[in-house]
């Protein structure tokens, strides 16, 4: 049965959820606050999981001709023990991850949105919601309601506005370490283009560099690169300018000289931050939460794209398979449980050892995470949990089941 639902945020899970919605009949109405949608940060990496989605939209050639593959991690100290090594080849001969600029991604799902011809309602920030007879209104911060619909889906990301009034919330705790990302031009040397790399040294600092393709507009390859920075101390870094942390990161990692070579102000970096957000209940009348503003975890383990296009194709598939919206709803916090909860409990337990003050936790890491990525049954847990095919601590999808689900055989390498 065909349902009016308005989705809130025009990000990559409401972009995605919308998409799946209106393939299935709904009437679909987009809310985003901004006057122009857009993306937020620099880039991200699509696991298969994310990929598959992305395919059933049939939206996955424009972000494989965007994105870059990425088939290696690799991580070590800047003194030179390695912390992990690890290969997509663990997971499935044939699948890999895809490191692809946000902008890329989301031009990707935002001109299908428009091709569908929905109705997207700009320069409008819902603050409030209400149930009115058996319907829900949504109200902007102005107090005006904006329409009443069958069914409400928050996709407003990590600072959802509704999420706060649900009465659900378990957990929201920012992080005290964010990052500050860039995009730089490849240099085509020292870095190989399917590899994420990363050096450390203790949990205080980390560096990245994330090959992530093409920009919108640009034909140029890329890279995201990150630095880890506690966000107290972001206010001091942009005072003190450029030149001397540059020499620092130079200090830690000398190839990254011809990337950070390419930021000329402090502005040329953006600077993101992190909280850790878990609900008792995503879902209450004709009103769910999906993505970042169900259950935003750190960056750790880059599955946030991924929960959030699982999310939307999830909510899609039990709306269909439940007639009623409330049956549909429930279905859908059943089905994403598993799963998200370990990614969020994971994310947690991980963070301190590569984000945090915490030198037991660094000590701890350099002297077992290399040894347990040399252990077939921890590295193949390890491969399951990034290449987000995990379901809980003992289960996990079957990577073979993606594979066909997106079949990889037939893309060029």
């Given at each position: 049965m065909p349902h009016e639902i308005a989705i809130i945020g025009c990000g990559t899970a409401g972009l995605a959820a919308a998409l799946f919605l209106v393939?299935?009949?709904?009437?679909?109405?987009?809310?985003?606050?901004?006057?122009?949608?857009?993306?937020?940060?620099?880039?991200?990496?699509?696991q298969p999981t994310g990929l598959a989605c992305l395919a059933a939209l049939g939206l996955d050639a424009a972000v494989l001709a965007a994105g870059a593959r990425v088939r290696h991690l690799y991580g070590r100290t800047a003194k030179g023990r390695t912390i992990f090594d690890i290969s997509?080849?663990?997971?499935h001969p044939s699948l890999f991850g895809l490191g692809i600029h946000r902008g890329a991604l989301f031009e990707a799902l935002h001109d299908a949105?428009?091709?569908?011809?929905?109705?997207?309602?700009?320069?409008?920030?819902?603050?409030?919601?209400?149930?009115?007879?058996?319907?829900?209104?949504?109200?902007?911060?102005?107090?005006?309601?904006?329409?009443?619909?069958?069914?409400?889906?928050?996709?407003s990301g990590a600072q959802s506005s509704l999420r706060s009034g649900h009465g659900q919330m378990k957990y929201n705790k920012p992080y005290p370490?964010?990052?500050?990302?860039?995009?730089?031009?490849?240099?085509?040397?020292?870095?190989?283009?399917?590899?994420?790399?990363?050096?450390?040294?203790?949990?205080?600092?980390?560096?990245?560099?994330?090959?992530?393709?093409?920009?919108?507009?640009?034909?140029?390859?890329?890279?995201?690169?990150?630095?880890?920075?506690?966000?107290?101390?972001?206010p001091a870094w942009?005072?003190?300018?450029?030149?001397?942390?540059?020499?620092?990161?130079?200090?830690?990692?000398?190839?990254?000289?011809?990337?950070?070579?390419?930021?000329?102000?402090?502005?040329?970096?953006?600077?993101?931050?992190?909280?850790?957000?878990m609900?008792?209940?995503?879902?209450?009348?004709?009103?769910?939460?999906?993505?970042?503003?169900?259950?935003?975890?750190?960056?750790?383990?880059?599955?946030?794209?991924?929960?959030?296009?699982m999310d939307a194709r999830a909510i899609a598939d039990c709306l269909r398979e439940n007639k009623d919206v409330q049956a549909g709803l429930a279905a859908y916090s059943a089905?994403?449980?598993s799963q998200t909860t370990f990614y969020q409990v994971a994310?947690?337990?991980?963070?301190?050892?590569?984000?945090?003050?915490n030198k037991a936790a660094a000590w701890l890491r350099d002297m077992t995470f290399s040894t347990m990525c040399k252990t077939p049954y921890v590295r193949a847990q390890m491969m399951r949990t990034l290449g987000g095919v995990k379901t809980g601590i003992f289960t996990h999808m079957n990577p073979g089941d993606i594979h066909r689900d997106y079949d990889v055989r037939r893309r060029k390498p």
């Open positions: 393939r299935d009949g709904h009437q679909v109405t987009l809310f985003e606050r901004f006057d122009t949608p857009s993306p937020v940060g620099a880039g991200l990496l699509l997509y080849q663990n997971l949105v428009v091709q569908q011809g929905m109705k997207i309602v700009t320069g409008c920030n819902i603050a409030d919601t209400r149930i009115v007879g058996d319907r829900r209104e949504i109200m902007d911060k102005t107090g005006v309601v904006q329409g009443a619909f069958d069914l409400v889906i928050d996709a370490y964010g990052a500050v990302w860039g995009v730089c031009q490849d240099p085509g040397q020292s870095f190989g283009r399917d590899v994420l790399q990363q050096r450390y040294d203790g949990a205080g600092v980390m560096i990245g560099a994330l090959p992530i393709g093409k920009r919108p507009g640009d034909g140029r390859e890329t890279l995201a690169f990150f630095w880890s920075l506690p966000a107290e101390s972001y942009r005072e003190a300018g450029l030149e001397a942390w540059r020499q620092k990161v130079v200090a830690y990692w000398p190839e990254m000289l011809p990337l950070v070579a390419q930021f000329n102000t402090v502005d040329d970096l953006t600077f993101a931050r992190y909280s850790d957000v609900m008792r209940q995503w879902h209450g009348d004709r009103l769910v939460f999906i993505g970042d503003a169900a259950h935003c975890t750190s960056p750790q383990l880059g599955q946030g794209a991924n929960l959030g296009l089905v994403r449980k994310s947690r337990w991980l963070t301190p050892f590569f984000q945090s003050d």
